[in-house]
């Protein structure tokens, strides 16, 4: 292994590919390149990827499709590439795991700036995150699994057992977007009715304990028509 990043590119259009190789490896990262979702999701199966460079309209699977499997068990940082530059096409992207977009035609030197800043960004913040078999710190959050404690700013909160369930999920997940389905079947254990607003509930009574302002949360975020992800709490 030579040590570089490695980014894949996952796009149908060749010419687009070409583009983008040229400028990546003038940068000296390693490259991957796919030409739909499907051929990306068997790459990154068998290799270690620092960024994911992602084409919206590719044949058999698409890159919003892709993105969502993606962000299943994976926290890397996506740049989706489109020729549509409708507000709520980014938003699209952005809400399903995405870290940012970008529009044909695109300046490919600006392209290069946001690759490294995604890079920098996710590279900080995997420092200052550690998971381990009995402790997760994020930033200033500190969960112990094997004590079922939680501290915040160096103070320990007092979690009901629900409440640490769902911090929990949320922080082994950190950075994937959890449908609020899934928080209650896993929580809860029992099939989820749409009426019920449970975890609505207990998300904003955790957040109560453990945020400095609830209504402008550092740590769980609401991402709107979805459910709820775990952010590392800069800034």
Partial sequence: MSGRETILIVDDEQEIIKLMEIYLKNENYELLKA????????????????????????????????????????????????AKSQDM????????????????????????????????????????????????????????????????????????????????????????VLRMDKIYEEVWKEPYMESKNTVMVHIRKLREKIERDPQNPRFIKTVWGIGYKMESGLG
């Fill in 35 to 82: 030409s739909d979702g499907l051929e990306a999701l068997e790459l990154l199966q068998r290799n270690v990827v620092d960024l994911i460079i992602l084409d919206v309209m590719m044949p058999r699977l698409d890159g919003i499709e892709a993105c969502m499997r993606i962000r299943e068990d994976r926290d890397t940082p996506i740049i989706m590439v489109s």
């Fill in 89 to 176: 096409d980014k938003i699209t992207g952005l809400s399903i795991g995405a870290d940012d977009y970008v529009t044909k035609p695109f300046n490919p030197l600006e392209l290069m700036a946001r690759v490294k800043s995604q890079l920098r960004r996710y590279n900080r913040f995997t420092k200052r995150t550690a998971i381990g078999a009995d402790e997760i710190v994020i930033d200033d959050l500190v969960i112990n699994i094997a004590m079922h404690t939680v501290n915040v700013d160096q103070r320990e909160v007092k979690l009901t057992p629900r409440e640490f369930a769902i911090l929990h999920l949320l922080a082994v997940n950190r950075g994937i």
